[in-house]
């Protein structure tokens, strides 16, 4: 399986192909609704050197807070990331993002903006929370956490072979509409609609 | 009887159950489904996955998903107990149990946009009581995540574009229809739980309730044991697969309801429930004895 460093350059990204499986380490930020409402509204200096040649992780985690203050990932898998459909081109454009961590996929304005700024999105696989959160090994701060709560705060952490497959490049292919379209083809077939 | 307090540590232990112990039924249907992926595929790969984290989440008593849902629990219990009562001890439990991590807090206020921090707000989680004739109490508990539930749809018969009629042919046709537009969004392999009749509100209740039913068992309604298999068969030949990476891997079951219906109204009503079908059962006696149930 191919290793990726967190964060990196372009070419990296740009090498990487729907269906690839990468094993992810480094530095990322977590961040879901509230977060990509919060971060395109204005530009927030204190959370862009973490954006900048990284990912976003899609995901609400559970955290536990240890008695001397410090936290810990406690269940971490994805959330559905086609609600960021609106707002996730424009957030990598503007904070030099390399890429999304997800789940479900994203659409096409998504995809025009992975290839136009060389960014990549990765699926992990929905659920499996514990596997996942394993692969959180530190969590370093947090922003906006009174005012989002824990789910929706945007959570700097440290990851050790977080694994993820490419469903989505930065050359304009998608599993997931290839996916949509196949399945609705034999949907059609299979109630007798087709044409 | 048990005191309250008693009835929420008893509620929180069914709780810790559903969050961290995947059903027997339903950890069978996914290897069944990792078993017929080719080797090495995206799908295969995803449920390898998926069979890891249900063996970590149970070893160590942890949330098998972050997003631990809406509880939405059934309580049958016996005459003459107090619902109000049995509602706060299990909102109380709820409290607890996200204090204990056992769930996220998973209630936002909607009109100050504020998590409320405890896992607690109006309507979560949703608690059903009805008095039966029996000693003891029965709690059933699903945990419905918010991925899975927001790819839940409604249908209204007749459906020109799906050719949909206001019969069993038409319900069949919805459901089918329901999965495709899902995808893998609801965190495929799913599990479909239907109903056809009843009102807007009614219907998505008993599709739910559909949800507490064993992958395994049989619809007594011979038409609709019928359609639950034709459904399955048909679902997974869609192609979607785990996590919507394309397989054979759709859906793990699919569960039909019915309701009566208004002569003007015939809803098809469909609850899409994530392969973390977090599911609990248990008989509680007037001794404060718990037997699971399965």
């Known amino acids: 399986m191919a290793q990726l460093n967190l964060p990196c350059d372009e070419a990296k990204i740009r090498a990487l192909k729907v269906g690839d499986f990468v094993e992810l380490s480094g530095r990322m930020i977590t961040g879901r609704d509230a977060a990509h409402h919060w971060l395109l509204h204005g530009f927030r200096e204190e959370v862009a050197p973490f954006m900048k040649g990284s990912l976003i992780y899609h995901v609400g985690p559970v955290v536990k807070k240890h008695e001397d203050g410090h936290y810990t ?30 789940k479900g996929g994203m659409g096409p304005k998504t995809l025009k903006g992975l290839a136009e700024h060389g960014a990549v999105y990765f699926h992990a696989v929905g659920g499996t929370a514990q596997v996942l959160a394993q692969a959180v090994v530190k969590v370093e ?28 490049d930065s050359h304009g292919s998608s599993l997931h509409a290839e996916v949509e379209k196949a399945s609705k083809a034999k949907l059609e077939q299979l109630l007798g609609l087709s044409a | 009887m048990l005191t309250r307090e008693q009835w929420t540590e008893k509620f929180v232990e069914v709780i810790a159950h559903a969050s961290s112990q995947l059903p027997p039924d339903v950890l069978a249907a996914l290897k069944r489904g990792r078993d017929v992926e080719a080797p090495g595929s995206l799908a295969a790969k995803a449920l390898d996955s998926i069979l890891t984290n249900i063996e970590m989440a149970k ?42 991590q056992l769930l996220r807090p998973n209630a936002v206020d909607p009109l100050t946009d504020k998590n409320t921090g405890h896992g607690q707000a109006p309507g979560i989680p949703t608690v059903h009581c009805e008095e039966w004739d029996e000693a003891g109490l029965e709690v059933r508990l699903i945990l419905k995540g918010g991925g899975c539930e927001n790819v839940g749809a409604q249908y209204s018969l007749p459906n020109t574009k799906l050719k949909a009629d206001r019969d069993l042919e038409g319900v069949r046709r919805c459901i089918l229809d329901a999965v495709q537009q899902a995808q893998g969004k609801g965190c495929a392999p799913g599990i479909i739980g ?14 739910k309730r559909q949800l507490l039913r064993r992958l395994d068992d049989t619809n007594p309604v011979p038409e609709l044991a019928a359609m639950e298999n034709e459904l399955f068969e048909q679902a997974n030949q869609l192609g979607i697969g785990p996590m919507g990476f394309g397989g054979k891997t759709t859906v793990l079951g699919v569960k039909v309801g019915y309701l009566g219906r208004l002569p003007a109204s015939y809803f098809v009503s469909i609850s899409y429930m994530c392969w973390a079908n977090r599911r609990a059962g248990a008989r509680i006696n007037p001794s404060g004895e718990v037997v699971w149930l399965s």
């Open chain 1, 73 to 102: 990932f406690v269940a971490a898998g994805p959330t559905t990331s086609a609600r960021e459909e609106p707002f996730q081109a424009d957030v990598i454009g503007k904070y030099g993002l390399r890429g999304v961590i997800g």
């Open chain 1, 141 to 168: 701060q947090v922003f906006q956490l009174k005012e989002f709560g824990v789910p929706e705060a945007l959570w700097v952490i440290q990851v050790k072979d977080f694994p993820v497959v490419v469903t989505m």
């Open chain 2, 59 to 100: 070893g160590n008593w942890q949330p098998i998903c972050q997003d631990t849902g809406t509880p939405l629990v059934w309580i049958h219990h016996p005459v003459g107990m107090s619902t109000r009562m049995l509602t706060a001890a299990f909102e109380e439990a709820v409290r607890q149990a996200t204090a204990k």
């Open chain 2, 194 to 207: 239907a109903c056809f009749g009843g009102d807007r509100g009614s219907g998505f209740l008993e599709s």
